[in-house]
């Protein structure tokens, strides 16, 4: 085995997992505050920009090919593999977004209700709303993955 194949199959998944496994060592070293939540997001950020740029840096791939396979073939490989990262995009952003809206709409949907208990239907509608994000990624996920197949 060549030094470059060693370094694809060992070392750049290894700087991958080590880039990505920081904001985690953040949150556990440190209780999140707001300036070490803010940092924690900052460094989770800058860890995600770097894999990125790992990724096209340094593409890993070919590690199994056919002996026929065409450039078509490839393309249509490359291209399924980028519908499956939008699909999964779609779902983790919406999750994401879901979960920033309810945290926000839900205690002060409780703090309405318990004011006056008849705003229950109008708190459930806003918190319903921010759910509703999470169910959109879904749908957006489940039309990109029929195209797919």
Do not use: D, W
């Amino acid at each position: 085995m060549s030094a470059l194949k060693i370094m694809e199959l060992f070392l750049l998944p290894l700087l991958i997992v080590a880039l990505l496994s920081l904001p985690v060592y953040a949150a556990i070293k440190k209780k999140k505050s707001g300036k070490s939540m803010r940092r924690a997001m900052i460094t989770n950020l800058c860890a995600f920009a770097a894999v990125m740029v790992a990724a096209i840096a340094l593409p890993m791939g070919g590690f199994v090919s056919a002996a026929g396979e065409t450039a078509e073939a490839a393309a249509s490989a490359s291209a399924a593999g980028l519908g499956y990262l939008a699909a999964a995009l779609a779902v983790g952003v919406g999750s994401i977004g879901c979960g920033i809206a309810v945290g926000h709409a839900a205690p002060a949907a409780i703090g309405a209700i318990a004011e006056e208990p008849k705003s229950f239907a109008k708190a459930l509608i806003f918190v319903a709303l921010g759910e509703g994000v999470a169910i959109y990624g879904l749908l957006i996920a489940i039309m990109i993955l029929s195209q797919l197949g």
